[in-house]
C-alpha cells in the first residue's frame, strides 16, 4: 500500500452478515472485515460503525485518504436521501444510514440497492467492464437485478427498478410474499430450490443424499448432491436454469443488452445451472437479439456489491451518468 494511495470504504450489509472492505481506484479489495448481523434500531447504527472503525483501525489508515464510504443493501432504499425506508431482513424502517455515518466519519456517503451495485461494480471493474449495456441478476436467497442500459443505471422512479425475482411467469403459481403469484424467486432463488426439493422428496421418494435432511435441506445441499451425481438434483437445477432462462429472455427482448451477469450464492456452483440457462435463452430467444449477448458468472464474485458500491468515488466526469447522484 502507497503511503499516498486513496481508498474508499465498502459496505454490503445483508440480512446475516456486514462485510465492510477497503477498494483501491482499480477496485481491488486491499482490507476487509466481516461479522454477523445481530439486528436492526439503534443496535445496528453500532455494528456499521464498529465494522468501519474496525478495518480503519486494521490499516493504521489517515482519514484523509479515504474518499468515501459505499453502501450496498437489500431492501427499499432512498439514494438521494441516503436512507433505508424499509429491509425486512435487518428489521429496519425509515433508517437515515447516510446521516449516520457522515456524521460520525465527516466523510460522503452514497447509498446503493445491492444488485445496483453489483451491476456497477461488475461494469467498473468486472466481466461488464467495456461494455455499455449490460444486466447483473443476483440469485441468492432472493433474486434481483441491476441494470445499465447505455452507460446508465436504471434506477426508476423511487429506486425500485430491477425486481426481477418478482416477474410472474405463472399467474396460477403460489402466492409470493410480495402479493403477487407465480413470481420467479418462488422456482429459481435458493429458497425455492430448497423448497421444491423437500416438498418432492416428501412424496415418499427416498433419495441417499438428501432424504436425512430433508427438515433441513438448503440449496447447497442439492447442489452438492448434483455434483455427486444425483439424477434428482441434476434435473431441478437443470429446471432453476430453465425458469431463470425464460426470465433472462424477457430482460433481453425489453434491454437489448449486451451482457448477462450471473452472481449471488446460488451461482457460486454455476457450472450446474449455466449451461440450463443459456440453452434455454437461445432455444426460445429471438435468435438475432440473443446470439450478440454473453451470459456468464461474475468475474467479482462475492466482492461484487462491497466493490461497486464504491464505483461513485472512482468514475470519471463522463460516466457520472451511471451512478446515483
Known amino acids: 500500500m502507497k503511503a499516498t494511495e486513496e481508498f474508499a470504504i465498502g459496505l454490503d450489509i445483508g440480512g446475516t452478515k456486514i462485510l465492510s472492505a477497503l477498494v483501491s481506484e482499480n477496485g481491488e479489495v486491499v ?18 460503525i464498529s465494522a468501519i472503525e474496525s478495518l480503519i483501525k486494521k ?14 443493501t437489500a431492501g427499499v432504499i432512498d439514494s438521494k436521501k441516503k436512507e433505508i425506508l424499509y429491509a425486512n431482513n435487518l428489521n429496519l424502517e425509515n433508517f ?3 446521516k449516520v455515518l457522515e456524521k460520525k466519519f465527516g466523510l460522503p456517503v452514497q447509498l ?9 461494480g461488475e461494469w467498473l471493474w468486472g466481466s461488464g467492464k467495456g461494455k455499455h449495456n449490460l444486466i447483473y441478476i443476483t440469485v441468492s436467497t432472493g433474486i434481483g437485478a441491476g441494470i445499465i442500459s447505455n452507460d446508465s443505471l436504471l434506477k426508476g422512479s423511487h429506486d425500485s427498478a430491477g425486481e426481477f425475482g418478482h416477474i410472474s411467469i405463472n399467474l396460477n403459481g403460489p402466492l409470493c410474499p410480495c402479493g403477487n403469484k407465480g413470481c420467479l424467486e418462488n422456482y429459481a432463488s435458493g429458497t425455492a430450490i430448497a423448497a421444491i426439493a423437500r416438498e418432492r422428496l416428501e412424496t415418499g421418494e427416498v433419495n441417499p443424499y438428501l432424504s436425512a435432511k430433508i427438515d433441513k435441506l438448503t440449496a447447497v445441499d442439492i447442489c452438492t448432491a448434483a455434483k455427486m451425481g444425483d439424477s434428482f438434483s441434476i434435473e431441478l437445477l ?7 432462462g425464460l426470465g433472462i ?5 425489453l434491454f437489448n443488452t449486451e451482457a448477462v451477469i ?15 440457462i443459456r440453452s434455454t435463452v437461445h432455444k426460445h430467444g429471438i435468435q438475432s437479439m440473443v446470439e450478440q449477448v454473453k451470459i456468464e458468472k461474475s468475474s467479482l464474485g462475492s466482492y461484487a456489491c462491497v466493490v461497486g458500491a464504491t464505483g ?3 468514475c470519471k466526469v463522463d460516466e457520472l451518468t451511471a451512478l446515483p447522484n
Not at 466481516?34 to 439503534?42: F, I, K, P
Not at 446503493?112 to 456497477?120: E, G, H, T
Not at 437443470?238 to 431463470?244: A, K, P, R
Open 31 to 48: 482490507s476487509e472485515v466481516q461479522c454477523d448481523t445481530t439486528g436492526g434500531g439503534e443496535n445496528f447504527s453500532h455494528q456499521i
Open 59 to 72: 490499516e493504521d489508515i489517515e482519514m484523509n485518504r479515504i474518499k468515501g464510504i459505499g453502501i450496498a
Open 96 to 98: 437515515p444510514i447516510g
Open 112 to 120: 446503493y440497492n445491492d444488485a445496483n451495485a453489483a451491476a456497477v
Open 238 to 244: 437443470e429446471e432453476v436454469g430453465e425458469y431463470l
Open 249 to 253: 429472455i424477457n430482460l433481453i427482448h
Open 262 to 276: 450471473l452472481g449471488g450464492g446460488v451461482m457460486n456452483e454455476s457450472e450446474l445451472i449455466l449451461p440450463s
Open 312 to 314: 461513485l468515488f472512482y
